[in-house]
Every structure is written in structure tokens, then in C-alpha cells.
């Protein structure tokens, strides 16, 4: 069974910093696109970061410019999102997503997880 699985949410203060990491299982992602989406009760899922097969080339929202890195580790089939300078208006569930082409729609995105719950108090 294909897994994707995402940990590191928790409850931080604004300015603060947080390092997600999701883990695939079941098969690799090595040669797809690893990308990361948030989603906010009621509201779409968004795109926040993604990064290429070889770490070659990233690629972020303009509201995160500057404060989030993507980052993965195909030794062990992991893709990580480092959170800096968190804002209340980061607060949402942060998915991980897998798939061969990049695309900002959560909806072109084949492989998912579960989501990872981040809240950035004032």
C-alpha cells in the first residue's frame, strides 16, 4: 500500500519555527515531483512549495517566499517543508503530495497524505 505520511504540525507562537517531514512507504517517489499544500476549514487546498526529482529546482508561493524551503531526501524517500517566520495567517493542515508533472492545482496532484495540523498563535 502506497503511503505518504506527514508529521511535525504542532502549536507554535508567531515567529517561531517548525520543520514538516513526510515519508513515503509502499514504493518510491524518487523520480516524481514531491510538492506540499495547506488547507484551511472550508477553503480550497493551496499550494505552498514544491520541489523536482533531484532537488534541482524548487518552487513557492509568493506568501512564503523567504520563510519556507523544500527540501527531500530520496535515501530515505522523504521531502521535508522548513517553516521560518511563522505567521497566525500560516495556520492550516499542511498536505504532502506526490505526482510526475508540477502543477499549482491540488487537483492535478495523484498521490496524498493525511494532512499535519499547524497553528501559529499570535
Known amino acids: 500500500q502506497v503511503q505518504l505520511v506527514e508529521s511535525g504540525g504542532r502549536l507554535v507562537q508567531a515567529g517561531g519555527s517548525l520543520r514538516l517531514s513526510c515519508a513515503a512507504s509502499?514504493?518510491?517517489?524518487?523520480?516524481?515531483?514531491r510538492g506540499w499544500f495547506r488547507q484551511d476549514p472550508g477553503k480550497e487546498r493551496t499550494f505552498v512549495a514544491a520541489?523536482?526529482?533531484?532537488?534541482?529546482?524548487?518552487y513557492d508561493s509568493g506568501s512564503v517566499k523567504g520563510r519556507f524551503t523544500i527540501s527531500r531526501d530520496n535515501a530515505k524517500n522523504t521531502v521535508y517543508l522548513q517553516m521560518n517566520s511563522l505567521k497566525p495567517d500560516d495556520t492550516a493542515v499542511y498536505f504532502c503530495?506526490?505526482?510526475?508533472?508540477?502543477?499549482?492545482?491540488?487537483?492535478?496532484?495523484?498521490?496524498w497524505g493525511q494532512g499535519t495540523q499547524v497553528t501559529v498563535s499570535s
Open positions: 520541489i523536482t526529482w533531484n532537488g534541482a529546482s524548487t
Open positions: 509502499g514504493r518510491t517517489f524518487n523520480n516524481y515531483i
Open positions: 503530495a506526490a505526482d510526475r508533472a508540477l502543477s499549482y492545482s491540488a487537483k492535478n496532484w495523484g498521490s
